[in-house]
């Protein structure tokens, strides 16, 4: 693969870092001086730069995808690759798409500053907190588990107070859990396909490193489970299970694959890791499909199998179907990007946008390419 | 000219009801699940930590265990009754410490303190109609056991007062 590549997608990596400050909130007052109103005021012009940008994304993607399969791509490149999805990640608006991290900080300060229980008192109760301002959801309860609050505390103490730094820390935190869990994917195929599947997929670059979603932390968490009980150390898989739980609870269902992995081995009886890989994969994605009854389904979920499809790459089905999916999830951005509402046609256009392509996808293979749904089955 | 007009309108007297809401009556004593409920409790307390968190807990087994005692006293369980009511008072006189705690934290406390008039205004409104309904001096007679003279009506009246203090 040509150096040129290389540096087009820093370019365009950079390019979308910058786009990405268009999207500064008017009451984030900590970075006030990059307030634009762009996204405000050019409503049709953001969510065509931004359907540009995710079209460049894939496009550099399929090319990534392309180059792993016939080995045109090394490992150094694809270091070269990481390191500036990493960097331009890291230093992008991380409230561009969703306003998860500012939800993450206030839920730091409720336990590390206030020294209250995030599970009893919500930050809106805290009303001299003047971050509340920018906050969404606060006047929710702790969302997410124990083990991730407790995780927060190391990017919180390193902020030293400072909103912006607790902003760059927790994406550091997620940047370091993003390269542990392709680094993990990589001991556990030894595949380069599956790595760039992973770690190049736009949906996985968009959620992760800019928008900074805790999602990577736990399905690391779950990957170490597995990987440590393939490797016949159950208690170990086990304990890394358990905290994979407690960051989100997403990986619950996961439970029965588990014991049931755990018990074989300690049965000494055969275990095909790619069979529990498939069932854990459809769990996640059924996980992900459940999700719409308790709110919605949102584009970071796809995180949730993504991760166990990368171990998958013979599965000629599941890696199609995941990599449309992941367009098509974040292609749900743009109703809301364009109209500036989450009510009249947004709901509709969502749920197209979202669920069309991949029915597309499914009927393209039942009548054309039966033959990639034998691996399935295998 | 228009306050005037209005000045010509009597006035009706408008009588202040509460807007706070007590919860249902919890698991009563004598069930089963009684003294589970208790040893939750007691660990509910470990988890309400911090000055906002202890407030929470302490209003709601104040309210918890006023309702309790409502309950019991409304099946003439005066013993029972009178030892719920004991509870009630000793987490309502809990709260204050928890606001003065919040405060030297900085926190701001308005709405708390708002929440917690509101609290004694509707303890004050269930107590005195207590009070209205049950004797002064009751002599309880267990089956088995010393009997013992309730006085239910001085409780009453502590209980009133402590409410009264927070107004």
């Known amino acids: ?378 | 000219m228009i306050f005037t007009i209005f000045a010509f309108f009597p006035a009706h007297p408008a009588i202040a009801e509460s807007t706070y809401v007590l919860p249902y009556p919890s698991v009563m004593p004598g069930n089963f699940f009684y003294k589970i409920h208790i040893l939750e409790e007691k660990l509910q307390s470990l988890w309400h930590f911090g000055s906002f968190g202890k407030f929470s807990y302490n209003l709601k087994l104040a309210d918890k265990y006023l309702v309790e005692a409502k309950t019991l006293f409304e099946y003439k369980q005066y013993l029972l009754a009178t030892k719920a009511l004991s509870k009630s008072n000793y987490y309502f006189s809990q709260i204050p410490k928890t606001l003065s705690d919040a405060i030297s934290e900085k926190k701001i406390i308005i709405e708390k303190q708002d929440l917690f008039k509101r609290a004694a205004e509707k303890h004050i409104e269930v107590l005195t109609s207590l009070g209205k309904t049950l004797p002064s001096v009751f002599l309880w007679q267990p089956e088995d056991g010393t009997n013992e003279t309730l006085l239910l009506q001085k409780q009453i009246d502590q209980s009133l007062e402590l409410r009264k203090k927070v107004l």
């Open chain 1, 1 to 378: 693969m040509s150096r040129g590549v290389v540096i087009a997608y820093q370019v365009l990596f950079f390019l979308f870092a910058l786009f990405s400050y268009l999207f500064v909130d008017n009451n984030f007052f900590h970075l006030h001086s990059f307030y634009t109103g762009f996204y405000i005021q050019k409503r049709e012009l953001t969510t065509l730069l931004f359907l540009l940008f995710t079209t460049a994304f894939f496009i550099f993607y399929f090319y990534f995808l392309f180059c792993a399969k016939k080995h045109f791509l090394s490992l150094p490149i694809f270091k070269k690759l990481l390191i500036t999805s990493c960097v331009f990640g890291l230093l992008a608006y991380p409230a561009m798409l969703s306003y998860d991290i500012f939800n993450y900080i206030a839920t730091a300060k409720v336990t590390y500053f206030y020294h209250e229980n995030p599970y009893v008192i919500m930050p809106v109760e805290l009303i001299n907190n003047k971050d509340l301002i920018f906050t969404r959801a606060a006047n929710k309860l702790a969302l997410y588990g124990p083990i991730w609050i407790l995780l927060t505390s190391i990017p919180y103490i390193l902020s030293f107070g400072s909103y912006i730094f607790a902003l760059l820390d927790i994406k550091l935190l997620l940047v370091v859990f993003y390269v542990a869990t392709v680094f993990l994917i990589w001991m556990m195929t030894k595949n380069l396909f599956s790595i760039t599947f992973f770690a190049l997929n736009p949906l996985v670059l968009f959620e992760v490193l800019v928008s900074g979603h805790n999602d990577i932390v736990m399905m690391f968490l779950a990957l170490s489970a597995f990987y440590f009980i393939f490797k016949k150390r159950i208690f170990l898989g086990i304990v890394l299970f358990i905290l994979s739980v407690l960051i989100k609870y997403a990986t619950l269902p996961l439970a029965p694959v588990i014991f049931l992995a755990s018990y074989r081995i300690l049965m000494k009886k055969k275990v095909v890791w790619e069979k529990y890989m498939l069932a854990s994969a459809v769990i996640m994605f059924c996980m992900v499909l459940l999700s719409a009854f308790r709110e919605e389904v949102y584009p970071w979920y796809a995180i949730w199998f993504l991760s166990f499809v990368s171990l998958l790459p013979k599965m000629k089905f599941l890696i199609y179907f995941s990599i449309i999916f992941s367009g098509s999830l974040l292609l749900r951005y743009t109703p809301f990007m364009l109209w500036g509402t989450y009510g009249g046609l947004t709901p509709i256009t969502k749920l197209f946008l979202g669920f069309v392509p991949l029915f597309l996808f499914v009927i393209y293979v039942l009548v054309f390419k039966r033959v990639w749904l034998k691996d399935l089955f295998q």
